[in-house]
């Protein structure tokens, strides 16, 4: 599994120095309007964004856009998607978004989850974990404290979770939320869109 300190680096960076990044454009970007919902999924009340696939077996992911939040490009390969709100930079720090999915090794997608829910716990700690599913597969909600020796002040992060089973195995998908102001109402509003919002289809 691909090393998960590394990703929340590549987020951290990236939201740090949000005003510089480049925006992307979202021609290209396949939407769908709010109020939808894949099959077994809840209705976004955002528009839904797709995440590039790199194969034909792997999930199909769609994350609810919140107004305020644009995507933009990262300089690291394991992230599918990310967003940034710039309007709601807080301490040097715009609030991100970032998914990921990986094909895990793991006997089973539970496991998968678990092995995901482990590597922040060891590495960051946890504040709380919820089991749960999404989209009828089992996933897990942690939230903890980001920290890292460029962002030595700890920021609020939501990590989920999510096993998905498929013809060529487990994938992981994660959807990683950050900020440096976690009780800020707009970035609550959009967090929970976000993650409630959340579709997952196998493949």
């Not at 980001?146 to 962002?151: C, K, V, Y």
């Amino acid at each position: 599994m691909t090393d998960l300190n590394a990703r929340f680096k590549i987020a951290t960076i990236a939201g740090t120095v949000g005003l510089a990044l480049t925006v992307s454009a979202t021609a290209g970007t396949l939407l769908a309007p709010a109020a939808s919902a894949a099959p077994g999924c809840a209705v976004s009340t955002a528009q839904l964004v797709t995440v590039p696939s790199r194969a034909a077996t792997e999930p199909i992911v769609q994350l609810p856009k919140p107004a305020g939040w644009e995507r933009f490009d990262t300089a690291g390969r394991d992230i599918r998607l990310a967003l940034v709100n710039r309007s709601l930079i807080a301490d040097e720090f715009a609030p991100v978004a970032v998914v990921t999915v990986d094909k895990s090794d793991s006997a089973n997608a539970k496991a998968a989850v678990d092995r995901a829910v482990g590597a922040i716990r060891s590495s960051f700690g946890t504040k709380s974990v919820r089991t749960g599913t999404v989209c009828g597969f089992p996933s897990a909600t942690v939230d903890y404290d980001f920290t890292s020796s460029a962002e030595p002040k700890p920021h609020p992060a939501t990590l989920v979770a999510v096993g998905v089973p498929s013809s060529a195995g487990v994938h992981t998908v994660t959807l990683t939320l950050m900020t440096s102001r976690g009780d800020a109402p707009a970035y609550r509003a959009a967090r929970n869109t976000m993650v409630s919002g959340l579709q997952i289809q196998a493949r």
